[in-house]
């Protein structure tokens, strides 16, 4: 039953990725070959880059539809509000942000739904959809939180699949490249991760240069 709420929303295969490994070295020399004019990596076989298309395809994500955009509002009444809307309870927050929401806590109640009723099933899938957004789709440093900006997306839960999540999610990953490659950040790594090596799927070009040691690496990549 809730694989097809999940299916109906658009996240059954995105919400099937469980543990990400990384390969820390290959990334840091990536990010060292990330180029912001042309949003690729300059490898020795030429440019390569992430596109809508591998998303839609690692992902199972929508990449048509509506934008996900909206208001941020940190106001104390509007995530109480949005909260009870989405999770049905009242949220824990992180203590140095009251934007944020802590995904151990969204991970709990998710667990402890009944799945006795339609409403209870939906709650479930909103929980499943908000850790995924927070843990892989728009990690941030911390990849314990999640922005409460979301919230609203999900109230009407026939309309979660109408937003082109899939652009958004390829939009993050250049911002943070763009980001990383200026400073020493690693938020994008899980979706880069899926994205280069796929959740099923290899990036052959890619998959030589795994296991090589960084400091080899990055001279290896020119």
Request: hydrophobic share 40%; glycine share 6%; with cysteine.
């Amino acid at each position: 039953m809730v694989k097809n709420y999940l299916r109906a929303t658009g996240f059954y295969h995105v919400s099937r990725i469980w543990v990400i490994k990384g390969f820390h070295p290959l990334l840091a020399a990536l990010v060292e070959r990330w180029r912001l004019e042309t949003h690729t990596f300059v490898l020795p076989v030429g440019e390569i880059t992430v596109t809508l298309e591998d998303v839609a395809h690692i992902f199972g994500l929508p990449i048509d539809g509506k934008p996900v955009s909206g208001w941020t509002d940190s106001s104390s009444d509007f995530v109480q509000s949005q909260s009870m809307a989405v999770f049905g309870r009242e949220p824990v927050l992180s203590s140095n942000s009251k934007s944020y929401i802590k995904l151990g806590w969204v991970r709990r109640i998710r667990d402890a739904e009944p799945l006795d009723t339609e409403e209870s099933i939906r709650r479930y899938v909103r929980c499943q959809i908000f850790c995924v957004l927070g843990s892989t789709l728009f990690t941030d440093k911390s990849t314990v939180y999640a922005h409460t900006k979301y919230l609203p997306l999900f109230r009407d839960f026939e309309q979660i699949h109408t937003y082109s999540w899939g652009s958004a999610c390829l939009a993050h990953l250049y911002r943070a490249l763009c980001r990383a490659s200026r400073y020493d950040r690693r938020r994008w790594m899980a979706l880069l991760i899926c994205c280069l090596f796929g959740h099923g799927s290899e990036c052959r070009v890619l998959h030589r240069y795994r296991d090589i040691p960084f400091h080899l690496l990055r001279y290896q990549l020119p």
